[in-house]
């Protein structure tokens, strides 16, 4: 009896286990089905249901939902008790008995369409991985697939709308044209953190309901919808989640360039964002197993590596490094800038991690998005500047240029720190170029505020923008302290004055290229065009004039003469094929300037 209570016990710890080991793990039934309720083990008796739907005589909607809300019990995982005579010491949490869930994912097939950010395409390299080891199989054909999954964003009410419209399409699938065989539908990433009861009780549009912390779990969630025929869904947050022990099986094994995520979760809470509530807190991958990534993606031939973050250049590791000693390195705020969170102290910070990562292969370019302002301390500075192959481009969300807009957008610094720190660095990286985030029409934004952001843009000038008209968030401290009140012709209207203003303002810097060599990254040909294309260490997307003569492959650099350019990309002529230290020996990341 007492082997059995241990066991039992053992279970249920590893149950929470498998939920990420928070102590407030959830298991939380809207309703649930009969055949669910079996195989659970728990009194069906218990479930709920609407009275519309038992008014009608019609099965209502039920389904199983892991939150982070209350905790489950042991009920909700074992399918009958252990036996006392169960071996459970060397299991793992997939192996041990739960649910009597057979390998539905052996020879079946899944597709995948990603929306949104580079994070969502790294966290589908990292569900790929689970999938394939769990046995199921990648198609690139949707008809046939037994599984199709949306990997979605949430940071916009339009990116929604364009979820909500897909799934409508899916549902046809599912009824019309493969009656006898319904794809299960998914849908992953931030929109699934955000609207998980809505999703399942969307019209039967989705099966599975996964958030950006639970793809572990994926293989049993699946299996799980297939034998209860429920919907079912994993959207609790975790406090340590990284995926580091996971190695992403890319979308596109073709590529020279990938995404490497570092860190997760954003603690800045600025008050238009929904990202700390749909994928939690800061933390960061350990230093050791991002820069043994790095290497293998160098023998690899991988020629270039942006380390992703929702706020990159805060990673904080503060674990045991088997190779790195120092801590603290690069821990300050740039000057003029705060949190309105407590900062933690002590661990390796971006400027060491960056620093690392860039010898490991001298000839492999160096990237980093997407950052804050406020992490960008002179060492920082002095990384990128000292290290040929991290390339010049930096990104420095502005947001807005009125400093009361700031203020109520709680990002931690005024009109004034901000052109600061864009002095300064240029003052230490001359060369540099800068992108950037805009919003039009935040809540209350004035005429006057509106040209306050104008007027930054004119004086920073950019080289990329990614420029938005305020989108209200649920949740959010703006849908909870302010109105959206700017009207939706107003936003419109500043939108396009902004947009103008950039490509006003970019296509006259971008001229100072025009007549001078560039080192471009060749990366193949363009989709639509077939046009040879790469980019340059300033962030621009290069279209090249390849001489019959010479032989360039995808991965290779290229010296280049700049013929001209538009606000968006340059046009070069190819010269010759060159490296990355043989280029810059001759001709110094300097000059261009202000």
Known sequence: ??????????????????????????VR???????????????????????????????????????????????????????????????????????????????????????????????TEILMSVLNKAGYQRTMELEGADVVFLMTCAIREKAEDKIWNRLTHLKTLKTKSRPGRPPMVGVLGCMAERLKEKLLESDKLVDVVCGPDGYRSLPRLLSLRALSADGVANVMLSADET???????????????????????????????IVPFTRGTERSRNIDSIVDEVRQLSQQGIREVTLLGQNVNSYRDTSQSEAFDTAGYGSDLSRGFNTIYKRKEGGRRFAELLHRVAQVDPEMRIRFTSPHPKDFPDELLYVIRDNANVCRNIHLPLQSGSTSCLERMRRGYSREAYLDLVKHIRSVIPDV?????????????????????????????????????YSMREKTHAHRKYQDDVPADVKSRRLQEIIATFHESAKARNQRFVGSQGLVLYEGLTKRHSRPFGSDDYGHKVFLDLPPTLSVQPGQYVRVHVDSASSTSLSATAESTTTLAEYYAGQPQIGFGA
């Open 1 to 26: 009896m007492a082997h059995h209570n241990r066991s039992a016990l053992f279970a249920s710890r590893a149950a929470s286990r498998y939920c990420y080991g928070l102590s407030s793990c959830t």
């Open 29 to 123: 039934r809207a309703t649930t089905s009969t055949s669910a309720s079996s195989a659970l083990g728990t009194d069906s008796s218990n479930t709920n249901s609407s009275t519309s739907d038992s008014a009608q005589g019609t099965r209502p909607r039920k389904h199983l939902v892991f939150t982070n809300r209350s905790g489950p019990s042991l009920q909700h995982f074992l399918a009958q008790p252990l036996p006392g005579s169960a071996q459970v010491s060397g299991a793992v949490p997939e192996d041990l008995p739960y649910l009597s869930v057979s390998d539905w994912g052996q020879g079946r097939t899944y597709y995948v369409e990603v929306y949104g950010c580079q994070m969502n395409v790294s966290d």
């Open 243 to 273: 995926y580091a022990d996971i190695t992403p099986v890319r979308l596109d094994a073709n590529k020279i360039s990938v995404h490497l995520s570092i860190m997760r979760g954003c603690n800045n809470m600025c008050s238009f964002c």
């Open 433 to 469: 170029t800068f992108s950037t985030d805009i919003i039009a029409g935040f809540c209350g934004e004035t005429e006057a505020e509106h040209q306050d952001t104008v007027s930054v843009m004119q004086q920073v000038g950019f080289d990329l923008a990614f420029m938005f008209a």
